[in-house]
């Protein structure tokens, strides 16, 4: 078991950035791939971005490539997700999500764990 809670939602400007956290306790964090997943009102859940294990290896959405970086710290049990640039379009609700299978995945379906979201809002 991997319990996550997020923080560091809010609402910002466009341009703006912001700095999500996603703390885990539970089954050994370095076990895990960790992935960044959103959902706007009436849309599915979609990826963001993943960070492998060891966090060597990171994976992006197009939507996002160039703007967010995905980044862990095992020793403190968390993952951040780092927003710059920020455009009305990255308005959802945030989740991390936890993956104990080695192989990449973007498929929601396919991540075991899942805290309860952070909300961002990024205004005109």
């Known amino acids: 078991q991997v319990q996550l809670v997020e923080s560091g939602g809010g609402l910002v400007q466009a341009g703006g950035s912001l700095r999500l956290s996603c703390a885990a306790s539970?089954?050994?964090?370095?076990?895990?791939?960790m992935g960044w997943f959103r959902q706007a009102p009436g849309k599915e859940r979609e990826f963001v971005a993943r960070?492998?294990?060891?966090?060597?290896?990171?994976f992006y959405s197009d939507s996002v490539k160039g703007r967010f970086t995905i980044s862990r710290d095992n020793a403190k049990n968390t993952v951040y997700l780092q927003m710059n640039s920020l455009k009305p379009e990255d308005t959802a609700l945030y989740y991390c999500a936890a993956d104990s299978s080695p192989i990449t995945t973007y498929d929601y379906r396919n991540y075991e764990y899942w805290g309860q979201g952070t909300q961002v809002t990024v205004s005109s």
């Open positions: 539970g089954r050994t964090f370095g076990s895990v791939a």
């Open positions: 960070i492998s294990r060891s966090g060597e290896r990171t």
